[in-house]
């Protein structure tokens, strides 16, 4: 068996930017097994998946560690491979996946996410997060998957060394650090040991929490946002209410095939 699989870097308007998935079309689903062992071998963040189902496509995304519900990078990464190199010209891609329905549009040479709007509640700053983090945050927030440290600079963010093994022992898939930003509204880094990503270079996913925490906080509906990884990236966000809007760039690193 051959398919084709391509290695796109999201959030990024050049290669080397951004966060790298790969994005495998499929006429077919293959069987759990094999697209985790490809998602293995690939070895980046996520590899994604898709079928084609007459006027939407079905989407699935693995870490290589597991299968995801919700994946930002992954879901702008397979829009491009569609619009770029399999002739896709719609104005907008629907995703069916296990976060329900989400809508890509093409907006020039961006993509632009229509996703789910994830609300926090504070719980009380523990200790456990203070020495996985090494650095106490000034609040500590749980949404509906992911745990969110929030800071009062974004030097702070930026200079966090954390021990990822105690951070894969925290409650949440993610633990997303975050603070006002200089140059933009807020930064983060996110940071997913326990799914084999010791930092997650861009985390679309991540912004269905902090898209509507600062929203809220900053008192404006369209905000700009910095991961501030290794690699970093730029994502235009915009609170919907129940649904956010989260934008970016893309740019094809590799073209290939896979034999199996």
């Known amino acids: 068996m051959e398919l084709d699989i391509y290695q796109v870097d999201a959030f990024a308007d050049e ?5 790298p998935a790969a994005v495998v079309p499929l006429f077919e689903w293959l069987s759990d097994d094999l697209m985790r062992r490809i998602a293995g071998e690939n070895n980046l963040p996520e590899t994604a998946f898709f079928v084609r189902k007459g006027e939407y496509f079905e989407l699935r995304w693995f870490t290589p560690e597991s299968e995801v519900d919700l994946c930002g990078h992954g879901t702008l990464a397979s829009a491009h491979v569609l619009y770029r190199h399999l002739g896709y010209t719609d104005p907008a891609v629907v995703f069916e996946t296990r976060s329900g329905r989400l809508f890509v549009d093409r907006e020039g040479d961006r993509y632009s996410m229509d996703f789910p709007s994830w609300p926090v509640r504070p719980i009380q700053v523990t200790e456990r997060v203070t020495k996985a983090l090494g650095a106490r945050p000034a609040e500590l927030f749980m949404g509906e998957r992911d745990m969110m440290a929030v800071f009062e600079r974004e030097e702070e963010v930026r200079g966090l060394a954390p021990d990822f093994r105690l951070v894969s022992r925290l409650d949440g898939m993610c633990l997303i650090c975050t603070a006002p930003g200089l140059d933009f509204d807020f930064v983060s880094r996110t ?5 084999g990503i010791p930092e997650d270079p861009v985390t679309g996913s991540a912004h269905c929490t902090l898209v509507p925490f600062w929203s809220a906080r900053l008192g404006r509906r369209t905000l700009q946002a910095y991961q ?3 690699r970093g990236g730029v994502l235009d966000c915009e609170d919907l209410g129940d649904r956010v809007k989260i934008a970016g760039k893309a740019v094809t ?3 290939g095939n896979i034999l199996l």
């Open 253 to 255: 690193y590799m073209v």
């Open 15 to 19: 290669v080397f930017g951004g966060n």
């Open 228 to 230: 501030a990884s290794r």
């Open 191 to 195: 940071f997913v040991p326990e799914q």
